[in-house]
């Protein structure tokens, strides 16, 4: 008969397991700003962390990865769009390959592929740069893309929202990473009239200031002109 402390034991050991096997790296959509205006750009990064932390000390040596916008409220521009430089330099050939596909509006397919080694200590050719001496930290920027939001009158939309559509990740030795976690992205879409009532009422706020300089009664004023 077994002892109850080894079931408890054996029911911990299992937790443990479970929780290190949980542990996985993170794609996170990551807005410069959370407000976007009509005829105002946006610039969305593309983050991945967890790859030395939570049990998975691994290098990434390619990624393929699909998002998805609203082509509706957004342009996505490639002029002022870039990858990161973990892989390798991306306009570089001897040290990456590159895919990318933006004929599908609303949806935007990346791809590369490093051409690097791992390590001094783990090579074959031993010609730097290394993944590792360009992954130092647990998190780093694969893309930092550029959207456009072009005025097309009234808007019924109040958000839009950037979405991982799917996502593969390969350490540095070829071999997929079997599990990707995933953050996506809202921002909020003001409409200009907000932006103008936020305008009014900093400019009431200033003229109540002054008034109380000048004498006159507070909050004393009207449309189109200045009360005497």
């Known amino acids: ?27 996170t959509l990551v807005p410069q700003t959370t407000h976007v205006y009509s005829l105002q750009n946006l610039r969305l990064d593309v983050v991945v962390s967890g790859l030395h932390s939570g049990g ?37 050939t001897n040290q990456t390959a590159v895919f990318a596909n933006t004929g599908e509006p609303g949806v935007l397919r990346f791809f590369e592929l490093s051409l690097l080694e791992e390590s001094s200590s783990v090579c ?14 647990d998190s780093f920027k694969l893309a930092s893309l550029l959207f456009y939001r072009p005025a097309h009158g009234p808007n019924t939309l109040t958000t839009a929202k950037f979405g991982v559509e ?25 409409e200009p009239a907000s932006l103008a009532l936020v305008g009014l009422g900093l400019w009431a706020l200033n003229w109540n200031r002054r008034g109380r300089r000048t004498g006159r009664p507070s909050g004393s004023f009207v449309f189109g002109k200045e009360s005497s």
């Open 1 to 27: 008969m077994n002892h109850p402390l080894s079931k408890l034991g054996l029911i911990c050991a299992a937790a443990l397991c479970m929780s290190v096997a949980q542990a996985a790296p993170v794609l």
């Open 56 to 92: 998975t000390d691994v290098l990434l040596s390619a990624f393929d990865l699909t998002l998805s916008y609203d082509a509706s409220v957004f342009q996505f521009l490639q002029i002022g769009s870039s990858l990161g430089t973990a892989l390798g330099d991306p306009n570089d």
């Open 124 to 137: 074959t050719f031993c010609i730097g740069p290394y993944l590792a001496d360009l992954q130092p930290s």
């Open 166 to 190: 799917s996502v593969q990740l390969s350490d540095g030795g070829g071999q997929f990473i079997g599990r990707v976690g995933t953050q996506d992205a809202t921002v909020d879409l003001p």
